[in-house]
T-cell receptor
Framework: DAMVIQNPRYQVTQFGKPVTLSCSQT?????MYWYQQKSSQAPKLLFH???????NEADTPDNFQSRRPNTSFCFLDIRSPGLGDAAMYLC?????FGPGGTDTQYFGPGTRLTVL | AQKITQTQPGMFVQEKEAVTLDCTYD???????LFWYKQPSSGEMIFLIY??????QNATEGRYSLNFQKARKSANLVISASQLGDSAMYFC???????????FGAGTRLTVKP
């Protein structure tokens, strides 16, 4: 009963070669998020979609883009990966933001990106 | 600004004993939610428990309970009867009203010893 699915689980790319990570959900949630988590660090929010409305965090590099073609799918595009972009990328969903931002976020298993 | 602090980088507990993982937070918003997540070595973030700022009672979910002390701005996670499978990284997180960002603490690595 997978709810938030990420593909692939492991991705290897070359320096500067564009890469796309995929996330899908079966929860019919309105909000989808992308987080970057580097080794031994807390997850850091890159951006989120509320339905089709895209919200970028102020410090997210331009190198990172996202697409949400429908409710179920969301993609993370890294246009020119650098060595510093090697990390775990986590997708999450929430039904809404909830009163006081209280709706729980449910995470996928993550995609571990290696940049050679 | 929101801030989450987990002061214990690592914790050890004997199997079947209880353990408390500390979390303090700072926010000026009166309405907020507090969350705990478990992250095993596989990487998935697993939701454990949630506490709302206006909830009168401490949240409990099976072996997990949240010791919420609003005046002290702390939201400690208590795991009772620890199991070997509880060994993982544990993150405290907070999300406040009018803020779309879920802020995470630095995490605590829990190791359960047999």
């Amino acid at each position: 009963d997978a709810m938030v699915i990420q593909n692939p689980r492991y991705q290897v790319t070359q320096f500067g070669k564009p890469v796309t990570l995929s996330c899908s959900q079966t929860l019919n949630h309105n909000v989808m998020y992308w987080y970057q988590q580097k080794s031994s660090q807390a997850p850091k929010l890159l951006f989120h979609y509320y339905d089709k409305d895209f919200n970028n965090e102020a410090d997210t590099p331009d190198n990172f883009q996202s697409r949400r073609p429908n409710t179920s799918f969301c993609f993370l595009d890294i246009r020119s990966p650098g060595l510093g972009d090697a990390a775990m990328y986590l997708c999450a969903t929430s039904r809404d933001f909830g009163p006081g931002g209280t709706d729980t976020q449910y995470f996928g298993p993550g995609t571990r990106l290696t940049v050679l | 600004a929101q801030k989450i602090t987990q002061t214990q980088p690592g914790m050890f507990v004997q199997e079947k004993e209880a353990v408390t993982l500390d979390c303090t937070y700072d926010t000026s918003d009166p309405s907020y939610g507090l969350f705990w997540y478990k992250q095993p070595s596989s990487g998935e973030m697993i939701f454990l428990i949630y506490q709302g700022s206006y909830d009168q009672q401490n949240a409990t979910e099976g072996r997990y309970s949240l010791n919420f002390q609003k005046a002290r701005k702390s939201a400690n996670l208590v795991i009772s009867a620890s199991q070997l499978g509880d060994s993982a990284m544990y993150f405290c997180a907070m999300r406040a009203y009018n803020n779309n960002d879920m802020r995470f603490g630095a995490g605590t690595r829990l190791t359960v010893k047999p």
